[in-house]
């Protein structure tokens, strides 16, 4: 097992959610391609790049580790079940005006976290941890008080990742094998939707002379870059400490929603973010405090 290095573990976490955070960027270019069939390249071009890393990254035994451990195998199924999942819930609502509810879905994943964390590998809540997750769940109740459904474009960006993050963590495998591993699982899914569905614009011969088709080629590095660091990150750090990092990538994803895309900020979905905010806030405040006393 590798030893942690908490300066590699931040460098490597903050990377990673500033290109996520800039992902809107990079879909908002090929928003004419439906997002199942973005997926579908993400996960062909993302196991293909992926491949080819590893055999230059080289990962010594990874594969006998796996062999001999079917476990692991699936629990990886079940992470990149979760992360094809997430991928498609977020390219749909940046395509479809819904990034102000992306934005607020990866804010509230920092406090899934935290509730994963007590849930499942028992760790212990300490009294301002509380009070921020109460505050995110005041947020999230009155959204659904003023607009009468829960935001669920939010809640299931915020679930399926913070499970896939809990999962990864728990698997141990490094990163780049179980990235490719994961998408490699993904691929006869692909393949079989391409070939049930012809008529799709990627499915056209004249489809790959466009710049469009150089785009979805590029799912491949773009996907596999953040993932990467992500996962790197998470042997690093505490995972608390990593679900700190996380709300970078959607304050980027709010500015771009409101100032470079237009999306209407109203004052009830602004006061569900500032009952998160003030969750957030708490919750930073005590990770400073718990990392001075550490020290």
């Given at each position: ?151 669920w474009v939010s809640l299931v960006l915020a679930l399926t990742f913070g499970f896939y993050g809990l999962i990864r963590k728990q698997a141990p495998v490094k990163a780049l094998p179980g ?28 489809f790959w002379s466009t710049s469009e088709a150089w785009w979805l080629v590029a799912a491949g590095p773009v996907t596999l870059v953040p993932l990467v660091c992500f996962n790197a990150a ?32 109203s004052s009830t979905t602004l006061v569900a973010f500032m009952f998160i905010w003030a969750g957030l806030a708490v919750y930073s405040v005590d990770a400073w405090m718990s990392l001075r006393?550490?020290?």
């Amino acid at each position: 097992m590798q030893a942690a290095n908490p300066r590699r573990g931040y460098l490597l976490g903050l990377s990673a959610y500033i290109i996520w955070g800039l992902f809107p960027l990079y879909f908002k270019a090929i928003a004419d391609v439906p997002a199942v069939e973005i997926i579908i390249h993400r996960v062909l071009w993302s196991a293909l790049f992926g491949a080819l890393l590893l055999m230059v990254w080289k990962h010594p035994g990874w594969w006998r580790e796996l062999r001999e451990n079917p476990r692991r195998l699936a629990v990886l199924a079940l992470s990149g079940t979760l992360i094809a999942a997430n991928w498609l819930t977020y390219v749909w609502s940046v395509n479809n005006g819904r990034m102000l509810e992306a934005s607020l879905g990866y804010y509230i994943n920092p406090l899934v976290n935290v509730l994963l964390g007590m849930l499942i590998l028992g760790e212990r809540l300490r009294r301002l941890q509380w009070v921020a997750v109460g505050l995110a769940t005041v947020g999230v109740a009155q959204q659904v008080w003023q607009v009468g459904s829960l935001p669920w474009v939010s809640l299931v960006l915020a679930l399926t990742f913070g499970f896939y993050g809990l999962i990864r963590k728990q698997a141990p495998v490094k990163a780049l094998p179980g990235l490719v591993v994961e998408t490699w699982m993904l691929v006869p899914i692909a393949l079989a939707w391409l070939l049930f569905n012809p008529t799709a614009s990627s499915a056209q011969a004249a489809f790959w002379s466009t710049s469009e088709a150089w785009w979805l080629v590029a799912a491949g590095p773009v996907t596999l870059v953040p993932l990467v660091c992500f996962n790197a990150a998470a042997r690093h750090l505490p995972y608390t400490t990593l679900g700190f990092l996380q709300y970078l990538a959607p304050t980027l994803v709010l500015l771009q929603a409101v100032l470079l895309f237009g999306e209407h900020l109203s004052s009830t979905t602004l006061v569900a973010f500032m009952f998160i905010w003030a969750g957030l806030a708490v919750y930073s405040v005590d990770a400073w405090m718990s990392l001075r006393r550490r020290r």
